[in-house]
T-cell receptor, first 113, second 113 residues
Framework: GAGVSQSPSNKVTEKGKDVELRCDPI?????LYWYRQSLGQGLEFLIY????????KSGLPSDRFSAERTGGSVSTLTIQRTQQEDSAVYLC???????????FGPGTRLLVL | GENVEQHPSTLSVQEGDSAVIKCTYS??????FPWYKQELGKGPQLIID?????GEKKDQRIAVTLNKTAKHFSLHITETQPEDSAVYFC????????????FGQGTRLTINP
């Protein structure tokens, strides 16, 4: 079946602009995670959604970052007033339940000039 | 919080030889340890995982061992093949309403034909 999809695959923006990154999880998966992968680094947890519960935002690096998940499916990660240090690959993962295996999408490569 | 260290950062082996990647973690409460393989331009893909109630798990040419006392776990790949070339990440987590994975820095594995 279809895996996790993310769009756009690449995004180039200017410093100070806002960007929106989209994640379509695997159908039926209730848990959704966002991670950030900086150049040559491991993945860093950002935010977690489970069903209709309030999200766990403990990994968001600043208040410029926010995310929402509509209808328990598609999620959007928004970065306001982008900075050069926001340049990274943003990965989304979904899981059938909170304890389940996480399946990753291909990521969105963000470059802030 | 949890910290995961991964070694080596790069590893080059001859086709057919074995490869071993090691990780240590700091939080003794961590109880889930997955390994992900990431190919260029793709998202991480789970290859094997282990939970803290077992010491070893094997799946064909891939095995993972866990030493809870020493807080380290290792990935073993036998009879390596060129398609094993990729970046491998270890991760650790403890379930706290979510499986927020803490990743190692990654190992770039190159299989030489």
């Amino acid at each position: 079946g279809a895996g996790v999809s993310q769009s756009p695959s690449n995004k180039v923006t200017e410093k100070g602009k806002d960007v929106e990154l989209r994640c379509d999880p695997i159908s039926g998966h209730t848990a959704l995670y966002w991670y950030r992968q900086s150049l040559g680094q491991g993945l860093e947890f950002l935010i977690y959604f489970q069903g209709n519960s309030a999200p766990d935002k403990s990994g968001l690096p600043s208040d410029r970052f926010s995310a929402e998940r509509t209808g328990g499916s598609v999620s959007t990660l928004t970065i306001q007033r982008t900075q050069q240090e926001d340049s990274a690959v943003y990965l989304c993962a979904s899981s059938p339940n909170p304890k389940g295996t996480q399946y990753f999408g291909p990521g969105t490569r963000l470059l802030v000039l | 919080g949890e910290n995961v260290e991964q070694h080596p950062s790069t590893l080059s082996v001859q086709e057919g030889d074995s490869a071993v990647i090691k990780c240590t973690y700091s939080d003794s409460a961590s109880n889930y340890f997955p390994w992900y393989k990431q190919e260029l331009g793709k998202g991480p893909q789970l290859i094997i995982d282990i939970r803290s109630n077992v010491g070893e798990k094997k799946d064909q040419r891939i095995a993972v061992t866990l030493n809870k006392t020493a807080k380290h776990f290792s990935l073993h790949i036998t009879e390596t093949q060129p398609e094993d070339s990729a970046v491998y990440f270890c991760a650790a987590s403890k379930f706290q309403g979510a499986q927020k994975l803490v990743f190692g820095q990654g190992t770039r594995l190159t299989i030489n034909p």
